[in-house]
């Protein structure tokens, strides 16, 4: 049987629109092998996951997204192959829970200062006991006819330098990457194309994610082009990471982003799965 891999989605532990089970069915119903739930700062899908993932068959692989600060930038740091019972981890999704709840009310506040009320009861009902996220903001925005989708939530009131953008301290780069591997994990660089980088910035980025004992880079994510693929494959190939591939999967509303449709990792890369025990 020939491996399907996708390494990173989000379930309603974070962001995404399917239970952590749901996911799990999902993937394998599109032929995926082998599945990474990696939601956003949060381990806490993981055991329905694994549940769900006995019962069906596919392999899991314990993940999470971690968001990472960076000489004042954001970044996300895929952890695959945690432990997700490791203490200090644990601990670190505790703060960046309550990192995320304060920055809930200063969004709700900003976004009240704009005449939109009622912002942080919605998000926290949505999110329930899972990570509160600018998605839930998105969707509270769509919801009440503010926008006319996401994408025009982020356009126009949540994207870096819109009204009710509020700049965040993540966990540091270098700890985010320690917490991983301590955990037993591998850390790789999510969507490394995503941030718009220079080449001399993503230079600096590299060097610091390898410097921390970053391993991986996503090289295949959904809805990227093969021009792109080749971009971050000589990144993998120029800062020997090992390639990841992982669709990203946040809900069944966008067919163009579905779990394990992706390209495959190009032949010379090296599989960040022969790196997971
Ligand atoms: P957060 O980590 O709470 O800041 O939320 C980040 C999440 O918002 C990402 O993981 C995406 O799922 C989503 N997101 C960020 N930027 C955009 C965008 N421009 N359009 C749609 N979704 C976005
Ligand atoms: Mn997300
Ligand atoms: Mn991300
Ligand atoms: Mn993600």
């Known amino acids: 049987m020939t491996e399907l891999y996708d390494l990173h989605c989000h379930s309603t532990a974070s962001d995404g629109a399917l239970s ?34 006995l019962a069906t068959g596919i392999r899991l692989i314990a993940g999470i997204e971690l968001s990472a600060s960076w000489q004042n930038k954001c970044f996300h ?9 490791y203490t200090p981890l644990v601990k670190a999704t505790y703060n960046l829970q ?25 998000v926290k009902k949505a999110a329930g006991d ?24 982020f356009d126009r009131y949540l994207a870096k330098g819109k009204p009710a953008y509020v700049a ?33 910035w993503m230079k600096r980025l590299l060097t610091a994610f390898k410097d921390a004992g970053g391993q991986g880079i996503e090289v295949v994510t959904g809805r990227i ?36 449709r992706l390209a495959p990792l190009p032949k010379d890369i090296k599989p960040v799965w022969e790196l997971l025990g």
């Open 77 to 85: 740091i895929v952890g695959l192959g945690i432990d997700p019972t």
């Open 130 to 153: 899972g990570m509160i996220t600018r998605t839930h903001f998105a969707d509270f925005l769509l919801s009440q006819n503010h926008v006319s989708s996401q994408q025009e939530a």
């Open 20 to 53: 952590p089970a749901e996911v799990v069915q999902r993937a394998h119903q599109h032929g995926v092998t082998a599945l990474a739930l990696t939601d956003h700062d949060t381990a806490a899908g993981l055991t329905q996951a694994m549940a769900c993932a």
């Open 225 to 260: 082009n093969a021009d792109e693929i080749k971009l971050a494959a000589d990144y993998a190939t120029r800062f020997q990471l090992a390639g990841s591939m992982g669709s990203d999967f946040h809900n069944p509303v966008n067919p163009w982003i579905e779990l394990g």
């Open 98 to 122: 309550q990192i995320r709840l304060e920055r809930a009310e200063k969004i709700a506040g900003k976004l009240e200062k704009k005449r939109i009320p009622g912002a942080l009861e919605a």
């Open 168 to 200: 965040t301290v993540w966990a540091e780069l270098e700890l985010a990457v320690n917490w991983i591997t301590e955990a037993g994990g591998v850390a790789v660089l999510a969507h490394p194309l995503r941030y718009k980088l220079t080449a001399n």
